[in-house]
């Protein structure tokens, strides 16, 4: 048996053809039996159909991987700046800049690609196996084997292992929310299906690939797998790369606003340097360098280290981090979009009232609702688990005294079911649950008290209000109804009347003990928790109410459907409770929100959840979640709860927050840095600093900072969502930064006047006259070596000190400390720099001793520098302006 199955056809057309025809003509058409196929066979269409697995996130390749790293601005920038240097003969400062290339380049891609195989690792652990007949026999084998004209057997609790054309089904009803959003299950039947003008998902004898079996039983051929399923389509739309997130375009916009300094700042300096120092050449070089010295390029490593540090913090917190640019969108998040069950409940359905007809607690109908529940066939639903929960009951009724006569099982035209029952004396009772509405119309008398009452009109207007409490109090509420029957071989529908009510059940899937506590945590760091769910609005109130989330206005699917966007976006800033809601609601409110400026996660498990996923700007999911909306997530949370997802948000909140760091010292030093070189190269003779000093200074002040991934963060810092703000950090720039140039000019002057660094022909001490002799330009003089050497200690100290001042907004090692590998470094690079102008490498760097009275005028410079900042800095934090 073998055949170009679908060779010919849409997939689509062959599901609705199998849907139409009988099965024996689809069994054909598929070349396959009832004896399934055989195992030659399934070979050789696994090889031509291909796994039966859905579409995945496509995994970048290393090569992929390294070129989205390659691509950032600042690597180019520098890459093109070592070319350049190479080409024209400076050959340390382009080793210089290409170890910080490749620096920067090793850490993004080892990090990234570790993340990746730790995402890799946690797909496979889901193992999914189907019930097949092949060769005549029934085995199981992994579903991803299965192909199309496989036959497979269905029963409660399986997940259908493709798109199947049943071919003999009883009392079988799918869950089909993973596709649809629908909270009932549908009734699937193997009679053929002739309607014409209907999709295919609405044919009453097709299953599809991604939902489950909620009761009965069935065997099937499978007509489709993996990308050809309706559920594989789906998932191949919804996987791919992700849209770019606020983080990426926030470093973009600050990468971006570095290099337009350097556009500005290099050719002046060039134009500058070479108009007052008549030497082009000299200038050009110069020009380069002071471009690396501008140049943020610990920037792309600093963003790595910091993010996949805190993905391996977020890992032992039980938060599995996707895609690392999602952690700092994890801790901007200020809205968080959630479903309620399992989220805000737990997940698990109990009998919370049994009561007769006027909601009197009553032990007679809890006893009914029981033998019911024991007796019917089929798998439990999570309703009937609830009653049979009471197990004492068990022992109280003697259940082995009753037996079983018969079933009449629920279906969804009538809403109800009935067991026919023997007890202990000899009579037989039909006991009937269902709708209330439904068991009403059945009903001629209700029980109230022992006695038995006619079910007048005018009674049953109470009835039906009693009920209406309970509903409006969020339970799913049951009827309960009984009456006598003469012994007979079977029973059916038609004995289903002239019942007694006996009273009511209500069920509730409670809160979680963690969800008020959880809800209050997140809403006192900054985070509005609104409930996105597909229930009915009286049972999202309740739970909503219960866990202290404002439920008095609900907006409902309908009213959604209804409102333009602009309606939308201004309800759902008052909103925060939406029911009976479509996956394509729940993205729209998703979207609303962000056009309010909020930063939006949005937490599901179902492929319904997929389109509000992906437009997130973090998509959470758990590790029991469909494959597609694990695919859509950024997150996976290990367990559904909202305590752990409060931790992994301050996870998130750390990393920016030391991201930052980083970001305000490079900006804020660079906007100086431009008005010190600007003014230097207009106002001196000579150079401010050589070349090779400007890069020895950058390459010691990034060594200092690559420990700001493990420093400490205070709980002030992250008590708020931290959005990335470019007005925050302009601002930081334009007080912060002027600052520096203020104690570049005041130890300019301190060369130039205490030190005599405008005389030209300054006498160097005696062990440096071979070395100044004769000088040939004023470069060459020990004037211009003395003002560089205390120019670059200058800048070196101050940089390296100032971290402390700006990692914080409290006072710097009082109120706050870094952590010990930030503070060694920062002492390292201090010593390295006061050592190097009497090291066996100053005379190669340009460097000449300093004198006694330098360090003294130094130590006041950095008091004064640390004292002005910080004053400058908590001015801004108390104007809320960082």
């Known amino acids: 048996m073998a055949g170009p199955i679908l060779t010919n056809q849409k997939t689509s057309d062959f599901v609705h053809a199998a849907a139409m025809e009988e099965s024996s003509a689809v069994l054909q058409r598929l070349g396959t039996s009832s004896a399934g196929l055989s195992e030659a066979e399934a070979a050789t269409r696994l090889e031509q159909y291909g796994l039966n697995e859905v579409a995945h996130e496509k995994q970048q390749s290393w090569l992929q991987r390294f070129y989205i790293a390659a691509r950032n601005p600042l690597v180019i920038l520098l890459t093109v700046l070592a070319t350049i240097s190479y080409a024209t003969g400076d050959l340390r400062a382009g080793t210089v800049m290409l170890l910080m290339v490749v620096l920067g380049l090793a850490l993004r891609f080892i990090q990234e690609t570790k993340a990746d195989n730790a995402a890799a690792k946690l797909k496979a652990m889901i193992k999914v196996t189907a019930t097949v007949i092949r060769d005549g026999e029934v085995r199981e084998i992994p579903l991803k084997e299965l192909v199309p004209g496989d036959v497979v057997k269905l029963s409660a609790g399986d997940m259908v292992p493709g798109d199947v054309r049943l071919l003999s089904a009883k009392d079988l009803f799918i869950i089909q929310a993973t596709l649809t959003g629908e909270s009932m299950p549908v009734e699937k039947t193997d009679a053929c299906d002739p309607r014409e003008k209907v999709s295919s998902i609405e044919h009453s004898n097709i299953c599809f690939l991604g939902t489950s079996v909620e009761s009965g039983s069935a065997t099937g051929v499978i007509v489709a797998t993996g990308a050809q399923t309706y559920f594989g389509k789906m998932a191949h739309s919804l996987a791919g790369q992700q849209v770019e997130t606020a983080f990426d375009r926030g470093i973009k916009r600050f990468t971006w606003l570095m290099i337009r300094f350097l556009v500005v700042m290099v050719p002046l300096v060039f134009v500058i340097n070479g108009l007052t120092k008549h030497d082009w050449h000299e200038a050009f070089f110069f020009s380069m360098a002071v471009a690396v010295g501008l140049t943020p390029e610990m920037l792309p490593m600093i963003v790595s280290v910091c993010l996949s540090k805190g993905a391996m913090a977020m890992c032992k917190k039980k938060v599995i981090v996707k895609r690392l640019n999602s952690i700092q969108n994890f801790g901007a998040m200020n809205v968080l979009c959630t479903d309620k069950t399992g989220t805000l409940t737990i997940d698990h359905v109990i009998l919370e009232i049994y009561c007769d007809v006027f909601k009197n607690e009553n032990e007679e109908v809890l006893k009914d609702a029981y033998l019911i529940s024991h007796f019917q066939t089929g798998m439990k639903n999570v309703l009937d688990r609830a009653v049979l929960y009471h197990q004492n009951l068990h022992r109280e009724l003697s259940l082995e005294k009753y037996s079983k006569v018969d079933e009449i099982p629920f279906d969804f035209s009538r809403r109800m079911m009935s067991v026919a029952v023997e007890g202990p004396d000899g009579e037989r009772q039909l006991l009937t649950k269902g709708a209330p509405e439904a068991v009403f119309a059945k009903c001629t008398h209700f029980e109230s008290e022992g006695e038995i009452f006619p079910m007048e009109p005018i009674l049953v207007?109470?009835?039906?209000?009693?009920?209406?409490?309970?509903?409006?109090?969020?339970?799913?509420?049951?009827?309960?109804?009984?009456?006598?029957?003469?012994?007979?071989?079977?029973?059916?529908?038609?004995?289903?009347?002239?019942?007694?009510?006996?009273?009511?059940?209500?069920?509730?899937?409670?809160?979680?003990?963690?969800?008020?506590?959880?809800?209050?945590?997140?809403?006192?760091?900054?985070?509005?928790?609104?409930?996105?769910?597909?229930?009915?609005?009286?049972?999202?109130?309740?739970?909503?109410?219960?866990?202290?989330?404002?439920?008095?206005?609900?907006?409902?699917?309908?009213?959604?459907?209804?409102?333009?966007?602009?309606?939308?976006?201004?309800?759902?800033?008052?909103?925060?409770?939406?029911?009976?809601?479509?996956?394509?609601?729940?993205?729209?409110?998703?979207?609303?929100?962000?056009?309010?400026?909020?930063?939006?996660?949005?937490?599901?498990?179902?492929?319904?959840?997929?389109?509000?996923?992906?437009?997130?700007?973090?998509?959470?999911?758990?590790?029991?979640?469909?494959?597609?909306?694990?695919?859509?997530?950024?997150?996976?949370?290990?367990?559904?709860?909202?305590?752990?997802?409060?931790?992994?948000?301050?996870?998130?909140?750390?990393?920016?927050?030391?991201?930052?760091?980083?970001?305000?010292?490079?900006?804020?030093?660079?906007?100086?840095?431009?008005?010190?070189?600007?003014?230097?190269?207009?106002?001196?003779?000579?150079?401010?600093?050589?070349?090779?000093?400007?890069?020895?200074?950058?390459?010691?002040?990034?060594?200092?900072?690559?420990?700001?991934?493990?420093?400490?963060?205070?709980?002030?810092?992250?008590?708020?969502?931290?959005?990335?703000?470019?007005?925050?950090?302009?601002?930081?720039?334009?007080?912060?930064?002027?600052?520096?140039?203020?104690?570049?000019?005041?130890?300019?002057?301190m060369m130039w006047f205490v030190f005599k660094c405008s005389q030209l022909g300054l006498v160097p001490p005696p062990e440096l006259v071979e070395r100044f002799a004769p000088a040939v330009k004023p470069d060459d003089t020990y004037a211009a070596a003395l003002f560089h050497t205390g120019w670059f200690v200058e800048s070196l100290m101050t940089q390296t000190l100032i971290i402390h001042v700006i990692r914080t907004n409290l006072i710097p090692f009082i109120q706050s400390r870094a952590s010990w590998q930030l503070t060694m470094t920062t002492l390292l690079i201090m010593g390295i720099g006061m050592y190097l102008p009497y090291s066996p490498l100053a005379s190669t760097l340009g460097f000449v001793p300093l004198p006694p009275l330098y360090w003294l005028l130094l130590l006041l410079t950095l008091l004064c520098y640390v004292g002005l900042t910080q004053v400058i800095k908590t001015w801004l934090v108390r104007r809320a302006w960082v």
């Open 461 to 749: 207007g109470n009835l039906i209000e009693q009920v209406n409490d309970l509903s409006e109090d969020g339970f799913r509420v049951l009827a309960v109804a009984t009456k006598k029957v003469e012994k007979q071989a079977a029973y059916s529908k038609t004995d289903e009347c002239n019942l007694v009510l006996t009273g009511y059940l209500a069920f509730l899937d409670p809160p979680k003990d963690t969800a008020a506590k959880a809800i209050e945590a997140l809403r006192q760091h900054g985070i509005t928790v609104k409930v996105l769910t597909g229930d009915n609005d009286l049972v999202t109130r309740k739970v909503c109410s219960e866990v202290g989330i404002h439920a008095e206005t609900i907006l409902i699917g309908s009213q959604v459907e209804a409102m333009s966007d602009a309606q939308l976006a201004e309800a759902v800033e008052t909103m925060d409770v939406f029911a009976r809601l479509s996956p394509a609601h729940k993205q729209r409110i998703v979207k609303a929100l962000q056009a309010k400026g909020h930063v939006v996660g949005f937490m599901g498990d179902g492929i319904n959840d997929a389109p509000a996923l992906r437009a997130a700007d973090v998509g959470i999911s758990v590790d029991n979640a469909v494959d597609i909306a694990k695919e859509s997530a950024d997150v996976i949370l290990l367990e559904k709860n909202l305590m752990v997802l409060e931790e992994g948000v301050l996870e998130g909140r750390k990393v920016f927050v030391n991201i930052l760091k980083y970001i305000r010292m490079g900006a804020s030093s660079n906007f100086g840095n431009m008005f010190s070189m600007i003014g230097a190269s207009a106002w001196l003779p000579y150079l401010a600093i050589s070349p090779i000093q400007i890069l020895t200074n950058n390459l010691l002040y990034d060594f200092s900072q690559v420990p700001i991934p493990t420093d400490n963060v205070g709980s002030q810092q992250t008590a708020k969502p931290r959005p990335w703000n470019m007005g925050e950090i302009a601002k930081f720039i334009v007080f912060i930064g002027p600052i520096s140039s203020i104690f570049d000019y005041t130890t300019f002057a």
